[in-house]
């Protein structure tokens, strides 16, 4: 059994993909745009060119995304995508990379449970926590 997050960007997919790209080093695997859906009635108005499904890796994690239905209302709440990290430094560069643009919710900093962990919504809103694995 697998749990993949599926991620509904609302029409900034493409973006998103090339943000995670730069940012975390993501590999996009598989990329279906709403013009290739063998029916017509599953494309918003306007969508043709945008993503109806995409997955991409992140390390050895496969996540998947999408536009959606393109309506510019998304929203990320009650959840978080924890990236854990073997050192320090490689956790600055990650959480500087996906706050670039977006808001720190907790700067990163030494914990009781690891030597640093902070958490940061990316410019897309995805909320994200970046922890150092303790030794």
């Known amino acids: 059994m697998q749990l993949q997050?599926?991620?509904?960007?609302?029409?900034?997919?493409?973006e998103a993909l090339e943000f995670y790209r730069k940012s975390l080093g993501a590999e996009v695997k598989g990329?279906?745009?709403f013009k290739e859906a063998p029916d017509s009635s599953m494309v918003p108005p306007g969508a043709e060119n945008k993503i109806m499904h995409?997955?991409?890796?992140?390390?050895?994690?496969?996540?998947f995304a999408s536009d959606g239905r393109c309506m510019a209302?998304?929203?990320f709440h009650g959840f978080s995508?924890?990236?854990t990290v073997?050192?320090?430094s490689d956790a600055e560069r990650l959480f500087a990379a996906l706050g670039d643009g977006g808001q720190v919710h907790m700067p990163l900093t030494k914990t009781f449970f690891s030597p640093r962990f902070g958490m940061v919504a990316d410019r897309f809103g995805v909320p994200w926590m970046?922890?150092?694995e303790q030794k």
Do not use: K
């Open 31 to 33: 990329l279906v745009r």
């Open 81 to 83: 995508l924890s990236l």
């Open 86 to 88: 073997s050192s320090e």
């Open 130 to 132: 970046v922890i150092v």
């Open 54 to 63: 995409a997955n991409f890796r992140v390390g050895d994690d496969t996540v």
């Open 5 to 14: 997050p599926y991620l509904n960007f609302d029409g900034c997919c493409e």
């Open 73 to 75: 209302n998304q929203n």
